[in-house]
């Protein structure tokens, strides 16, 4: 079988006598989805809307703990999918530690050893103007949390020797002694609280990347993302945006319940935050638009003085306020439009967008010109759940989606849904979170009809590309079988050489006794690169096909 290529051609023909800058990568499809020619043909098909997702032995090998997924492109919003994901998962190894074979570690307990820490991440990317931020964010992410989560492993691997994950108070005082190390800080800095870093930092460092590649890239648009974590129990979600998680859990007493792991970030949502920066620099919001959120938009005549003498009194809220209070309407109010405007999803910051913070949009500008960004960040809400202190069953799944998918299924209707299809697949079924994923999205994507795309009570379908993970948490201490990460490649000079690659053994490496003694075995890293540069990469290209 070959497998698909999907490319968009670069176009070099001057525009307004310069020639465009050519794209950072070729528009693709997730790698692990390994898709034929005809399968992208069909997934391509707007009018169709096929759902794609990895079937049969595919699942098996490629995503770890069988978890599910699956996508589907919008009903004609964009000509491409604009979402993008990602999966990576590996094994950490401790650099005082002996290099080990991979598949000793293959499904093995993790608890119990001291020497390796399973890493496994699961990212979602809502493309929007353009698929070029979320695709560049899912080909590279990947390998910057891999290499900060390097940078500390020697903190994650203390807190397992000793049992304690305050990072300062260690036996003997291993990382600082006390008169340079605030007492307080010492109670409070956890190995928690340095992965959550990590996490921030990363994004922080993406967005950065991607605006000094605007200049030598096209990089087009921008893209909210969501990044599951999990490693040593716990389960870290950074989201900027508006993608979402949720952690469905069976009850003892029978049925399911849910668990919000992200928060939305909307302009709702981020109100304050968005208008305490217009509060502290006012010339961002330029000459059109105002600071305060009204019940409604303000009229000339509520300004015009009525028999009382007395204009129009409307609620507010402004950067410092979670209420609601009254105030005079003023000639201002009436000439600036708020900067917040809309409920619900139509709410709209600088009547431009609906979500407030991702990646990209460093060109973006609103009607009157003014630039977006400085309203946008791509700072992560960071959350964590901790796994070790519940029992979890084969029925608790982490839910992760795209927008595509809520805004028409509510939290309630997903977990409908996956009660429904995992009641359905027994324990020992290897596709049956594929299922659910498979499930969610055609609950989202209704059918089309004379009318549109409809969901059973004649709603209105989503529209919008779909992207869903179904990923079940009961083994989260065992190591995953396999391993497919979409950007840990030398092109973008990345160094994991602290990581095994859990799926090498395809390569039949073998180290002997003093290659393990020597710590990092060469010929391991040298089929890390091989195996990063050829079969790792999100997109399908010629090269790695061959």
Known sequence: MSYGLESVPFELEPINGQAPKPRHDEFSRPKFLKLTNEELDKGRDHSTREILSPINEVTKEIMPWNAGYAEVINAGKSDKNE????????????????????????GASLAKREDSIAVVMFGVCDGHAGWGAALYVSKVLAA?????????????FR??????????????????????IPSEMQETITTENLVSGVLEECF??????????????????????????????????ANAGDCRAILVRKKKQGGFCFEELSQDHNPITDRQRVQSIAYLQPELLGQYY????????????????NEGGKPTRLLFRD?????????????????????????????????????????GDHDLTCQSGMYIKPFMTSAPEVTVYRLTEREHTPDDVIVL???GLWECLSNKDAVDSVNSTLTNHPVDDPLRYRQAAVDLVRKARGESSSRSWRIPNDEFASMDDISCFVIPVHQHMKAPKTLTSTATTAKHGVDLSGFIDVNAQVFDVKCSDDELSSGVDSRM???LIKFETSTVLSDVTEESIA
């Open 525 to 527: 890293n040298d089929v």
């Open 159 to 180: 807190s397992i020797e000793t049992g304690c994950e305050l990072i300062y108070k260690t036996p003997g005082n291993v990382y600082g002694p006390d008169d340079v």
């Open 319 to 359: 950067a410092y306020m979670r209420g609601w209070a009254r105030r005079d309407i003023t000639e201002e109010d009436v000439n600036k439009i708020p900067m917040v405007i809309g409920r619900d999803k139509r709410a709209r910051l600088l009547s431009t967008i609906g979500t407030t913070r991702g990646f």
């Open 204 to 237: 922080r460092e993406m967005d950065d990347e991607i605006r000094r590649s605007l200049s030598t890239f096209d990089i087009t648009g921008g893209c909210t993302c969501l990044v599951v974590l999990i490693m040593l129990g716990k389960v870290y979600v």
């Open 144 to 156: 910057r949390i891999s290499e900060r989560l390097e940078a500390i492993k020697h903190f994650l």
């Open 290 to 305: 105002g600071r305060l959120e009204l019940e409604r938009r303000a009229r000339k005549k509520d300004i015009d003085k």
């Open 401 to 403: 989606a795209s927008d």
């Open 83 to 106: 979402d993008q994901s990602w999966l990576f998962a590996g094994v950490m190894i401790s650099g005082s530690k002996q290099l080990r074979p991979s598949n000793e570690y293959m």
